[in-house]
């Protein structure tokens, strides 16, 4: 049961431009959605994360909106850069804040 | 900045074999983690241990996994005999307890089976 989705497995987006990645999750009972930057051969690095009470966390270039009754994220980059080019997890946490629940990602490619 | 390391970063076996990946979290952390992904799919929960035990595991972690924190410092997931389908890359994960907070992943440890 794929309790979060990434649909778009892959995004390619002109340097300068927005990046926007996407994430749909079906448990209502998950409480804080956190975004992953993984480059390969390499572990995910946290990158930004939400509470449930917000619908938005911006941290730079990066912004992550929340829309709860849709029981929607999406992680905005502006401008992208090339080195934001990496697979993007989504994940989730429930109540207890102990477990995790990780999308299939986003690979995203930023053109220079 | 404290961070989570995993050896070995490459693990070669024979199908069969017992492999012991290790992993050593950052120290103030209570929650320890074992997540994998094979190549091309999604990060898989494996396991979740806490206060010296299992507090939650996923279906694919049967009882050819277990997991272990046999000192202060180390947390290891053993494989006790290596199949096909068992390549991948495996992460251990860690984190302070409860509450908000993200997991610390280290940089994974590649398991090839011949």
């Known amino acids: 049961d794929q309790q979060v ?21 079906t448990n209502s009972m998950f409480d804080y959605f956190l975004w992953y930057k993984k480059y390969p ?3 995910p690095t946290f990158l930004i994360s939400i509470s449930s009470i917000k619908d938005k966390n911006e941290d730079g270039r990066f912004t992550v909106f929340l829309n709860k009754s849709a029981k929607h994220l999406s992680l905005h980059i502006v401008p992208s850069q090339p080195g934001d080019s990496a697979v993007y997890f989504c994940a989730a ?19 220079p | 900045e404290p961070e989570v390391t995993q050896t070995p970063s490459h693990q070669v076996t024979q199908m069969g074999q017992e492999v012991i990946l290790r992993c050593v979290p950052i120290s103030n952390h209570l929650y320890f983690y074992w997540y994998r992904q094979i190549l091309g799919q999604k990060v898989e929960f494996l396991v979740s241990f806490y206060n010296n035990e299992i507090s939650e595991k996923s279906e694919i972690f049967d009882d050819q996994f277990s997991v272990e ?8 997931l ?3 005999s ?8 495996y992460f251990c994960a860690s984190k302070t307890l409860g509450g908000t907070g993200e997991l610390f992943f280290g940089e994974g440890s590649r398991l090839t089976v011949l």
């Open chain 2, 69 to 76: 924190r046999p000192d202060g410092s180390n947390f290891t």
């Open chain 1, 5 to 25: 989705k990434q649909n778009s497995p892959s995004l390619s987006v002109q340097e300068g431009r927005i990046s926007i990645l996407n994430c749909d999750y």
């Open chain 2, 82 to 89: 290596t199949k096909l389908e068992d390549p991948a890359m």
């Open chain 2, 78 to 80: 053993k494989i006790r």
């Open chain 1, 41 to 43: 051969a390499e572990g």
């Open chain 1, 93 to 111: 946490s429930d109540l207890t804040g102990n477990q995790f629940y990780f999308g299939t990602g986003t690979s995203l490619t930023v053109i």
